[in-house]
RNA sequence: CGGGGUGUAGCGCAGCUUGGUUAGCGCGCCUGCUUUGGGAGCAGGAGGCCGGUGGUUCAAAUCCACUCACCCCGACCA
């Protein structure tokens, strides 16, 4: 491709919006550009990169047996509404009317549809299992796009979904998708984790995602160095430290002191003089239905939801104002004479612990002296925590780390939420009815640029693999107004084109400097500089943009160079 | 949704407090000459209803009100 006959538009100058380096280097160096929060154009360099992940997530996904199709990225209503979710999913859907008062929506993802079209075409468990996927665009109102594509409102993602008649076939499916994804990120040169995940709003069962560590990431996760245990900070289960050891002490009496206005931990923990350690912190939650739960946790740590929803098995809502009768203000709860229809669980941060701080149930009071068993009850004891420095691996007792990195790829089982609700049944060899086993496995493409990027930059720009870099050579004359350099360029770009080489010929006639700084940013892996050199003893040079070696070769040479360096940098 | 901030040339910014010339500067863009191995120099030039609407005033980029867009922080913690 000659430079001046593709398009490309790099910024010297730093875009004022930019949160993180990533997302300035795509917009310097053209990839991208914005059109409104969350929503970006590809320009022809970003889309040469996107369509090589494309391929690469192509590739895999056919090696791994999957087939390819498209879906609409407009669904209607009625689809979702049968599943549940039209209800369930809230504002971050992009929702619309055609001109006769029909709802549809803005696909976040595709489940009822897909399920929709297995009940229109599988009948038989004869044409089970099946894996169709599509890349697509998907909509999503997010509360705060942030970070350029890496969390954008419209964006690229490569979505399967599996049908099968037993749970032994789901499980084919998901280890090959396992496999599937990390043979793509291995190509692609990232490092990443593949942890034990929520299934979140998409429902399901079991699930593990792919996280590309980077330390803007949105996402933690937490892993042990020696046994290869890694989870996601919300999900993940730990050990104590702590756990067995006793507290010794001897239980005190329990009183009541007056703490005016201390309606949290760290102003009581003042207030008292009291570490955050030794006071109960009581939180209410409530059901569907309106049941109310108390769960006690140690002061210093902070309630997970999520576990706290598994545990129980309902989804539940945070109480945040005052007690369910409305004259207790929330921070003064505790779990000594609370309301007895209130269900008391336990984590068990607050095991083994004496003489502890909690709320009196009276305004502005809380008791000291505070002891299990003598002085509440607990009806289960559980874990509703996030793991914190310190904590041990479950399996093998050794300390936890912590990582932040960007969700890449996440694949889920899903069972039968969707084909149940939405009738999706075949005939199974017993002749009996049953609903589809369903798994899904999501890719985020477009956000696997942003985050190839985040990983491999320097102070220069970007430095892609060869992989998914937009071209593989850019090829420079050093000064195109000098006859003989400019016929040696014309010839050697033509001599790559024959040997089907990626090449970008910067035929401009601009300062050298300005084609090196340029290449640098766009980040091609090769640069072939047509100099003096060349002219006076045939000798190109050639220069990696990873580690910026120069090499003096003849152009057989180069272009040997060239399709080795090619072999040995892809997987 | 709550709090904060910003909208002036394609990009990055100054000017606004204290209203009053033809609204500036850097980068980029166009023309010409010189230059040509790490974002060149000189000369000339194009490009703005100062986010929008309404008000105050003899006079508004500047003051006031509303509105739109964009950005940041938070939206789970007793």
Request: negative net charge; glycine residues 6%; hydrophobic residues 40%.
């Amino acid at each position: 491709m000659r430079y001046s006959e593709f398009f490309i538009n790099t910024l010297k100058e730093e875009p004022s919006d930019w949160q993180i380096e990533s997302y300035s280097l795509c917009l310097r160096s053209g990839l991208i550009r914005k059109i409104a929060s969350g929503i970006y154009a590809f320009m022809p360099l970003g889309f040469r990169v996107l369509k090589k992940i494309e391929n690469i997530v192509r590739q895999e996904m056919d090696r791994a047996g999957a087939i390819e199709m498209l879906m609409p990225a407009m669904q209607p209503a009625d689809l979702w509404i049968k599943s549940e979710r039209w209800f369930e999913y809230g504002p971050e859907m992009f929702r619309l009317k055609d001109r006769s008062e029909r709802s549809f929506c803005l696909g976040p993802t595709h489940e009822e549809l897909i399920t929709y079209l297995a009940f229109l075409d599988i009948k038989s468990y004869k044409e089970l299992p099946v894996n169709l996927y599509q890349i697509q665009v998907k909509f999503r109102d997010e509360i705060r796009p942030r970070y350029g594509i890496l969390r954008a409102r419209e964006f690229i993602m490569k979505d399967a979904y599996s049908f099968s008649a037993n749970e032994e076939d789901l499980d084919t499916i998901y280890n090959k998708m396992y496999e599937c994804y990390s043979r793509i990120l291995d190509r692609l040169n990232l490092k990443y984790f593949a942890v034990e995940a929520d299934t979140g709003l998409i429902g399901g069962k079991y699930s593990h995602e792919f996280i590309i560590l980077s330390n803007n990431g949105e996402d933690q996760l937490v892993y042990c160095p020696s046994c290869g245990f890694s989870a996601n900070y919300e999900m993940a289960g730990f050990a104590r430290a702590d756990e067995k050891s006793q507290d010794s002490s001897v239980e005190i009496k329990l009183s009541e002191v007056f703490t005016p206005g201390t309606t949290n931990i760290k102003s009581l923990s003042e207030f008292l003089k009291v570490p955050a350690d030794l006071i109960i912190k009581t939180m209410l939650l409530k059901d569907g239905q309106g049941t109310t739960i108390a769960v006690l946790l140690r002061g210093d740590k902070e309630l997970n939801l999520v576990k706290c929803e598994k545990f129980i098995g309902k989804k539940l809502e945070l109480l945040s104002e005052s007690d369910p009768a409305g004259n207790l203000s929330i921070g003064f709860l505790g779990p000594v004479n609370l309301d007895s229809s209130i269900a008391v669980v336990a984590d068990y941060s607050i095991k083994g612990k004496k003489n502890l701080v909690a709320g009196a149930n009276k305004q502005d009071y809380h008791l000291t002296g505070v002891n299990y068993p003598r002085d509440f009850k607990v009806f289960q004891w559980g874990d509703f925590s996030f793991p914190a420095i310190g904590d041990l691996c479950m399996n093998c007792k050794n300390e936890l780390k912590f990582e932040k990195g960007i969700e890449i790829g996440h694949i889920f089982k899903l069972g039968t939420r969707y084909s149940e609700k939405m009738d999706a049944m075949f005939l199974d060899k017993d002749g009996k009815l049953k609903p589809f086993i369903m798994g899904c496995y999501g890719i985020g493409v477009s956000r696997i640029m942003a985050a190839v990027v985040e990983q491999l930059f320097d102070e220069k720009g970007i430095v892609w693999p060869i992989s998914i870099a937009p071209f593989l050579v850019n090829l420079i004359a050093i000064n195109m107004e000098d006859e003989s350099i400019f016929k040696a360029s014309e010839d050697i770009y033509s001599c790559m084109l024959n040997n089907k080489i990626d090449v970008l010929y910067d035929e401009r006639n601009v300062r050298a400097g300005v084609k090196f700084k340029d290449s640098d940013l766009i980040g091609i892996p090769l640069k072939v500089i047509v100099g003096k050199n060349y002219i006076e003893n045939k000798k190109l040079e050639i220069e990696t943009r990873k580690d910026g070696s120069k090499l003096s070769l003849s152009l057989e040479e180069a272009l040997q160079f060239i399709k080795d360096y090619k072999i040995k940098n892809i997987i």
